[in-house]
């Protein structure tokens, strides 16, 4: 079966619905009901508990509780590198903006201006910069960290579809990620701006960040956009600057020149929050 073929039926869902539900029911505290949910969850997928601040699943009274678990100190230690991975996961793409072309999949690449929500200007910031789209599953780690210092600017919360954002739904729907719906945030760094997009897709329930708390919902059907140019946000690499409640897909870019990735990365490949991402390139 092709990939479109797969996907097809993503296309006659209520994924709108599916997803209020799974939210739902995720945040609600059901005692034992809940820990079984855990427990179910955690073997299905495999979960390290160990590496949990609190790693006994009773301890959790939500659904959202567990999946928001925070990280023993210690377990995701810095490399000494410009950029750092800012997340568990898996990479989905990475590499050179072509022009303002972004690479998805074989036959799919979306445009800088469809994923920061129509804003041109905003968008030409980054054209022949770099990108990396990076993956997480249902048993990673869902707090986002930042890459590098940076400044908050903005914030944008573009509505959209919620299609999966896993790798055969990457591969099958075209323009994923822009079409998506998604918080974009954008950032000012000693190396330039740099915006970190939160993808969201079907049953993430929400997507919430350090500075606002819960963006969505409410999910409405109108852009809604966050300035802080009054305000000094200021956060530190390896600082967390969000979650997912339920995964979902990071997409980060950079202005040029280009940035120079890990020479050990590529499609596919796990990755964890810490490693070495890029370094920016010496002018």
């Given at each position: 079966m092709s990939d479109r073929s797969a996907v097809l039926p993503?296309?006659?869902?209520?994924?709108?619905?599916?997803?209020?539900?799974?939210g739902w029911v995720a945040g609600?505290?059901?005692?034992?009901v809940t820990t079984w949910i855990i427990r179910?969850?955690?073997?299905?997928?495999?979960?390290?508990?160990?590496?949990?601040?609190?790693?006994d699943i009773a301890h959790y009274k939500s659904f959202n509780q567990f999946f928001t678990r925070e990280l023993k100190p210690g377990?995701?230690?810095?490399?000494?590198?410009?950029?750092?991975?800012?997340?568990?996961?898996?990479?989905?793409?990475?590499?050179?903006?072509?022009?303002d072309q972004i690479f998805q999949a074989k036959g799919h690449n979306y445009s800088t201006t469809?994923?920061?929500?129509?804003d041109a200007a905003l968008a030409a910031q980054f054209a022949h910069g770099s990108f990396a789209t990076l993956y997480l599953s249902p048993r990673d780690y869902h707090r986002i960290h930042m890459p590098c210092d940076g400044r908050l600017l903005r914030m944008i919360h573009v509505p959209g579809e919620l299609f999966s954002v896993n790798p055969t739904t990457a591969r099958g729907v075209p323009g994923l990620f822009a079409?998506?719906?998604?918080?974009?945030?954008?950032?000012?760094?000693?190396?330039?701006?740099?915006?970190?997009?939160?993808?969201?897709?079907?049953?993430?329930?929400?997507m919430a960040t350090v500075w606002h708390g819960?963006?969505?919902?409410?999910?409405?059907?109108?852009?809604?956009?966050?300035?802080?140019?009054?305000?000094?946000i200021e956060l530190r690499k390896g600082e967390e600057m969000g979650r997912f409640l339920l995964g979902s897909t990071v997409v980060m870019l950079f202005p040029a020149p280009a940035v120079a990735f890990n020479s050990e990365w590529a499609?596919?490949?796990?990755?964890?929050?810490?490693?070495?991402?890029?370094?920016?390139?010496?002018?």
């Amino acid at each position: 079966m092709s990939d479109r073929s797969a996907v097809l039926p993503q296309y006659l869902f209520p994924k709108q619905a599916l997803t209020n539900f799974a939210g739902w029911v995720a945040g609600k505290e059901r005692g034992a009901v809940t820990t079984w949910i855990i427990r179910r969850f955690v073997d299905k997928y495999g979960v390290d508990m160990n590496e949990a601040l609190e790693p006994d699943i009773a301890h959790y009274k939500s659904f959202n509780q567990f999946f928001t678990r925070e990280l023993k100190p210690g377990v995701r230690p810095l490399a000494d590198t410009d950029l750092i991975c800012p997340v568990d996961g898996a990479i989905s793409q990475f590499g050179a903006i072509e022009g303002d072309q972004i690479f998805q999949a074989k036959g799919h690449n979306y445009s800088t201006t469809a994923l920061v929500g129509g804003d041109a200007a905003l968008a030409a910031q980054f054209a022949h910069g770099s990108f990396a789209t990076l993956y997480l599953s249902p048993r990673d780690y869902h707090r986002i960290h930042m890459p590098c210092d940076g400044r908050l600017l903005r914030m944008i919360h573009v509505p959209g579809e919620l299609f999966s954002v896993n790798p055969t739904t990457a591969r099958g729907v075209p323009g994923l990620f822009a079409r998506n719906e998604r918080v974009v945030c954008v950032f000012e760094s000693a190396h330039g701006p740099f915006v970190l997009v939160l993808v969201g897709a079907t049953i993430v329930g929400s997507m919430a960040t350090v500075w606002h708390g819960v963006v969505n919902p409410p999910r409405g059907g109108e852009l809604r956009e966050w300035r802080y140019d009054d305000r000094r946000i200021e956060l530190r690499k390896g600082e967390e600057m969000g979650r997912f409640l339920l995964g979902s897909t990071v997409v980060m870019l950079f202005p040029a020149p280009a940035v120079a990735f890990n020479s050990e990365w590529a499609p596919t490949r796990p990755i964890r929050l810490g490693e070495a991402m890029a370094n920016f390139s010496k002018m």
